[in-house]
């Protein structure tokens, strides 16, 4: 399939664009303590540069030393000393052929870090930061937002200086622009508050200050959210009219996102959420001006991209996470290689959960490699060994590719589907990116001199090929019940139900983890269920395996879905009629056509390497059969085993 729409060049204001595809402006935390450009910063985005990409906008920098700098290693332009560090970064990425842009930013009511002085248009608080330290925005006087307009204009003329090819405005995602174009969070009664024209004042006159301070050719871009999804937040209405002001005064492009970091789910979607969720908005907005508009959020397949340019919806397209996944995006998706594509999961695992939220630089549960450029290369082996793996889930499919790379002649042994405990992804809308990677995985072993031999690998099969490692990928057992389930209950564990393994009727699913919360939304999907999730403690999604913006929103998810939920109901037992529980007054029956169990994993027993490690034969063990664990680590641990090999 080709992409000509997607690779048509385009422009923006008088700067020529080779394509239609962006990287988005995306935290990596990779900055220097100071907010000086390091040496990870420049290979990142270099290599982004490396991929095809037309233009690369580098993540928000902070445009003051009081209170504008957001999180933990952010990029700094608040100061003269910040532009050396700034201009080898741009001059690194347009080496590569791509453009390149600097978004500015303050991080009003945002402001991760927690610290004192939060500065906001009013003290409305975001929960989540003021529980970390107790610190409640101070509303900003009248000089103070001068002082902080001034601060925008001085850092695009250091944008300017450092030689970018374009500077953008971030007044979207929650932080301080949003704070005062928001009614939820704008309590102002002064000239910044009540009304559009006096909520909207600020940015208006960022814009204009900007305008005066830099060359009118040098483009100028304002990240907007469509609507921040708050009840009583930003209507589409005010976006538009806003976006009509902003071309008046000298905005080149509008970049439209959507959400802010209270509603999360809209920002940066879940694996639960539709794509392109706010495609509603900027086609509201493409209209009304003349200007280009850049669509963003969750775009994350060629075809998707491409229609969006071609069927005019918007004029670029906006790649965050899934150029974290695959820095060769555009390069595959122009060779017409889709399925080379490492596609983004939108787990926000790898780049969240383990990442920016626990104070370490962002990562990527598909691509170990995200922030660590050039560190980690695959090279060929010293020595080409005849290798094993024992199973094709997402561990076995990754090693045996890596494996192949590095020269090594490579069995892949799996009598089973390949994909392992992901092929129940199949079919489901809600999984379709977890299903994608399947594609994606099984395809990298099947373009490569792999041999698959559909059986069951024992000591005697794996000895009788002339192994000279072995690489145990066999997964982690799904953990077996504590109470009895008479012979004739119709019962399936959580990875057999699917689309081609349906259930309907009444359905009781038991265990309130990941696999209960996600099969009780596949199940949904079929219609024509009754569906009852049991979780014998007091909380869903209490378990390990489980991350932040899943433990935030699934709940709400499964209430949609008319799931109910059972807690603290311990299974005494499960008959043909359905599910003994134990209650406070004593027992329950819960009748169900359909038991489905969805109690995790265990640890493996790896028999197998045992009885491997006998022979004296080099043995590996990687993903759940070495740890239970996510698709971050699988991946992982056969990306940095393998490469060792």
């Known amino acids: 399939m080709n992409f000509d729409a997607l690779f048509a060049p385009g422009r923006i204001g008088p700067l020529e664009i080779s394509n239609r595809i962006l990287k988005s402006p995306q935290s990596t935390a990779t900055s220097n303590a100071d907010g000086t450009v390091s040496a990870r910063t420049v290979n990142h985005y270099r290599r982004l540069g490396e991929g095809g990409i037309g233009l690369v906008m580098v993540e928000y920098s902070y445009v003051d030393e009081d209170a504008s700098k957001a999180i933990h290693n952010q990029l700094g332009n608040s100061r003269r000393e910040h532009t050396a560090g700034l201009g080898w970064l741009a001059d690194e990425v347009k080496s590569t052929g791509a453009r390149v842009g600097l978004q500015i930013a303050h991080g009003g009511r945002q402001k991760f870090l927690a610290t004192a002085p939060i500065k906001s248009a009013s003290d409305s608080s975001w929960a989540d930061i003021e529980a970390q330290y107790g610190v409640v925005p101070t509303p900003m006087t009248a000089a103070e937002i001068d002082d902080v307009v001034t601060a925008f204009g001085e850092a695009a003329a250091r944008a300017h200086n450092a030689r970018f090819d374009l500077v953008e405005v971030h007044a979207g995602h929650g932080y301080l622009i949003t704070n005062f174009l928001s009614p939820h969070t704008n309590r102002r009664t002064d000239e910044y508050g009540g009304p559009f024209e006096n909520r909207s004042r600020i940015l208006v006159r960022i814009v204009d200050e900007i305008r005066a301070s830099v060359p009118r050719e040098f483009p100028l871009s304002i990240r907007l959210s469509v609507t921040d999804y708050e009840p009583d937040g930003i209507p589409i209405e005010e976006t538009v009219a806003l976006c009509r002001i902003l071309e008046a005064h000298g905005v080149d492009v509008i970049h439209a996102s959507g959400g802010h970091h209270a509603l999360h789910e809209w920002e940066v979607s879940p694996w639960f959420r539709p794509r392109t969720p706010h495609r509603w908005g900027w086609e509201q907005i493409k209209p009304a001006v003349s200007i280009p508009v850049i669509a963003s959020g969750s775009i994350v397949t060629p075809e998707i991209a491409n229609e969006i340019i071609a069927s005019g919806s918007a004029d670029f397209v906006s790649l965050g996470r899934a150029m974290l996944a695959d820095p060769d995006w555009a390069r595959k998706a122009r060779a017409g290689r889709a399925l080379e594509i490492t596609p983004c999961i939108r787990c926000n695992d790898g780049c969240l959960h ?31 060994k005849t290798v094993a793996v024992v199973g094709g889930g997402p561990a076995g499919l990754r090693s045996a590719a890596i494996l192949a790379d590095r020269g090594h002649l490579v069995i892949l042994f799996e009598p089973n589907q390949l994909g392992g405990a992901l092929v129940h992804a199949d079919g489901a809308a809600i999984k379709q990116d977890l299903f994608a990677l399947v594609e994606h995985l099984v395809h990298e072993v099947s373009r490569r001199d792999i041999e698959i031999v559909r059986e069951y690998a024992g000591v005697d099969e794996i000895l009788a090929r002339g192994a000279d490692a072995v690489v145990i990928a066999t997964g982690a057992p799904q953990r077996a019940p504590d109470f009895p389930i008479e012979d004739c209950a119709n019962v399936v564990l959580s990875a057999e139900v699917g689309a ?32 009852t999730l049991i979780e014998r403690g007091p909380a869903l999604l209490a378990g390990g395996e489980v991350i932040v913006t899943d433990v935030d929103r699934l709940p709400t998810y499964l209430d949609a879905a008319g799931v109910q939920v059972r807690l603290n109901a311990p299974v005494i037992g499960v008959d043909r009629a359905g599910v003994q529980v134990a209650t406070g007054d004593g027992e329950e029956k819960i009748e169900a056509d359909t038991v489905v169990l969805a109690l995790g994993t265990a640890p493996a027993q790896n028999d197998l390497v045992t009885d491997l490690r006998t022979t004296g034969l080099e043995v590996h063990v990687i993903g759940s059969a070495k740890t239970p664990g996510r698709v971050f680590d699988a991946i992982h641990t056969a990306f940095f085993t393998s490469r060792l090999v």
């Open 354 to 384: 383990r990442g920016l939220f626990q104070t370490r630089s962002v990562g990527c549960s598909v691509n170990p490699e995200v922030t660590e450029e050039e560190r980690f290369p695959i090279t060929a082996a010293d020595e080409r």
């Open 500 to 531: 081609a393994n349906p259930v309907r009727g009444s359905v009781v699913i038991v265990g309130g983890g990941l696999q209960g919360a996600e099969v009780a939304l596949r199940i949904a999907e079929m219609g024509g269920t009754k569906i």
